[in-house]
Structure formats: C-alpha cells, structure tokens
C-alpha cells in the first residue's frame, strides 16, 4: 500500500515543515515535500487534518503495558505489551528484563524472538532487540525491583544471553566485580552499553567507560550523586554517576518526563546539559500502562515484586519511592514540550532520532527521512495520537 500524507506539518529533527505532502511507497518513505509529488492511482491520500506528521518513537527502555511485563515470559505478553505502547505512537520497542532468575531473563528472551520472527503489524511496535537491564544492579540501588532477583555478573550467564543474538541493550552496575568484563563482552557484541541502578564513583564510572559504558539510565532515579557514594566509600567526597554523565560528552542518558518522576527544572537541565543528541526520553513503563488504579506486580506475573499505581504513575510499597512510570511515550513527548526549553523537533528527536542513532538502528528507521521505513505517527494540534503506521501499515488502535 503506498500512502501520501496531506495537512500536515511534517516534524523532521532540524525543523517543521508546515502544508509538507509525505510520500511513502512499499513500507518506505520516498520524499517530503512542500509541493504535491507524482503519485500512482492506486495511492491512498491520508489526511492528517492540520495535526502533526512525526516519526514513530522509540523506546529504549521500557517494562510493559495492558496487564503484560515482558518479564511474564509469555509470546502473548509480549504482543499485549507491543500492542498497548504502538497505541501511545511507539513504532520501534526494546523490551527491558528486570531482575529475576537465569530461567525467567531465558523464557523472556525466548518469547521476544517468537513474537519478533512472526513481524505483523497487529502485534504493535516491532521489536529491534532486547535490553538486558536486570539483574545486574547494586544491592543498595535495587529500586523497586526485587533483591533476591539482582547479583553480580558472570561471563556463564551473560554469554548464554547475549549468544541469543538478541541483546542490543546491556546494563550493569559499575561497581559490580566483574563489571568491566560484562562491558568488554557487551561491546564485542556492538550494543548500547549502559550504567544504571549503581551507586558508582568517578573513578568506577571512569573504568567503565574504558571499557565502552555510554550511557546511564533513568537520569537521578536510582543511581549515585555525591552523598551516596561518600555514605559508601567514606572522605574524600568523589565525583558521582552525576557529574561523570555530566562532565562527559560521549555520555548520553534518558529521563522519565512523565511530570510524576522530575520536576519541570530538572527535565529542563537534563536537556540543556546534554543537549538533544544525547538525551533520550524512555516511558520505563511498567504492567500498569492503561490500567485502572491498583497493585501490581513488577517483573514476573509468579513473583515480581508488587506495587501500587494511583493512575499517574507507580509507587513502592508505603508511597515513599516512585515504581516506575504508567504512561505512554506520546504523555512523555507532551510533558517535555510543556516544561522545557526544547523545541518540537528537538523533543521528537530525543524520542526517535537519538535512541535510534545511540542504539545503531538509525539508518532505518528514526526520523522523517526518504528511504527510512515508514514508522510514523498521525498526532493531532495537542500532540495526541491519532493514526500509526508501522511499515507503511496502519495499526487498528
Ligand atoms: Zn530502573
Ligand atoms: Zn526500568
């Protein structure tokens, strides 16, 4: 099917283009233009009724949605929680484990790749790989996840991970014996190597970025700032994950722009600090996505560790720490257009282009570009979803 978008601004990652015609022939895209381009007769004319044409997004780190956790280990999990975040205009997914045993980060894996070889447009975003997250976390920065789940890497268990092939996201906490060997081994394998539920210092930090840690996620959740790492390794006070991110220009990071997790200054820091290339937005959405308010668990449906949702956003047990976000990418690109000084194609950029380039997958798909997949998202004038493509394909929301 070759579709040609009409009434619309087009949002490329420089600038809009207003009254733009998007041509997209055989699952790509072919031109973006100010002029009506030549078209076959069997073209279908989309009209995006004055809204926005924008890049489908893409979520580098993310749990579940609709009552599924990827961590369920189920094929039809996977496909409910694919499904729920196409609805929120996520075109490209990498489901992200948590802690848990060898048997569930196994039985997650192997359920991606049945639903990732089956590729439909009904079964939502496609997958472009796995984010190994957990269980590799500091034990004084589990979060919300569950403790018994989390321990130190080893190379028996992380290879028979990475031999899937399907690993393009591989998190550890620095500080971890045997950190520095995961990161040589997750870089031998090309994938986004990242730092996060760590109380890391400088100097651990610095080692690992030797050894080609990039990224740290979820900026200001659940890893080190000055204080936690003096509570850990005493005086001198050191430099954290915070300043290394920070002071480091190949570091990028990602924030969760929900409104819940930070507020307004601190999402517009994170961005004026990094700057678009280098900052992601991410949902780290969990099961309770487009759920009624109530418990739920975290990770396996058989015992991930519960929380609450009160409908805006997760919370541990006792309300004193959050639990991860509920809301879909489409919230996060609005609140980060709503509380900082980025621009719209700069807020799109870091929920498309920039996880696609930093996760190597940039050259297919990521922004408005002729010969990149037609992965795109109809919005309204609100920055709501109104129609998704996947492939040049429309998904029934
Ligand atoms: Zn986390
Ligand atoms: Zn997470």
Redesign the pocket.
């Known amino acids: 099917m070759n579709l040609l978008f009409t009434h619309v601004t087009a949002i490329l990652p420089q600038r809009l283009v207003e009254d733009a015609w998007v041509l997209c022939e055989k699952g790509k895209i072919v031109s973006i233009t100010t002029k009506k381009p030549k078209a076959t007769a069997e073209t279908q004319i989309v009209d995006g009724r004055g809204g926005y044409l924008s890049p489908g997004f893409i979520d580098i780190?993310v749990?579940g949605g609709n009552g599924a956790d990827f961590m369920d280990g189920t094929s039809e999990a996977v496909r409910v929680a694919c499904r729920a975040h196409a609805r929120h205009g996520t075109t490209t997914i990498f489901p992200?484990t948590t802690t848990g045993s060898p048997e569930q980060i196994h039985a997650m894996l192997d359920s991606v790749k049945a639903v990732q070889s089956e590729r439909h447009v009904e079964n939502g975003a496609r997958i472009a790989g796995v984010h190994l997250?957990g269980p590799f976390f500091a034990e004084d920065k589990v979060g919300c996840h569950s403790v018994e789940g989390r321990r130190e890497p080893t190379a028996a268990e992380y290879r028979a991970y990475f031999g899937t092939g399907l690993v393009r996201i591989a998190t550890c906490a620095a500080e971890l014996p045997g950190a520095v060997e995961f990161y040589r081994e997750a870089k031998k394998r090309r994938c986004l190597i990242t730092c996060g539920h760590s109380n890391a210092s400088w100097p651990e930090m610095a080692a690992a970025f030797k050894a080609g840690m990039r990224h740290v996620e979820h900026f200001w959740c659940a890893m080190s700032n000055v204080s936690s790492v003096r509570s850990r390794l005493g005086v001198p006070m050191r430099g954290s994950m915070l300043e290394f991110v920070l002071g480091t220009a190949e570091m990028s990071t990602e924030v969760i722009a929900d409104g819940c997790h930070l507020a307004p200054e601190l999402l517009d820091f994170a961005f004026r600090l990094k700057g678009p290339r280098k900052l992601c937005l991410v949902t780290?959405a969990n099961r309770a996505l487009d759920l009624p308010p109530g418990s739920y668990r975290f990770g396996a449906a058989e015992d991930g560790s519960w929380f609450e949702s009160d409908g805006r956003v997760g919370w541990a047990p006792g309300r004193t720490s959050l639990a991860?976000s509920i809301v879909g990418m489409d919230h996060m690109v609005r609140q980060m257009k709503r509380d900082t000084s980025a621009t719209l194609p700069e807020v799109v950029r870091m929920a498309s282009l920039s996880p696609a380039e930093l996760t190597g997958i940039a050259k297919h798909t990521g922004s408005l570009e002729a010969g990149k997949n037609a992965d795109v998202v109809l919005l309204n004038q609100k920055l709501g979803v109104r129609r998704v493509f996947i492939g040049g394909v429309e998904m029934a929301l």
């Open positions: 780190h749990h992200t997250y780290d991860s």
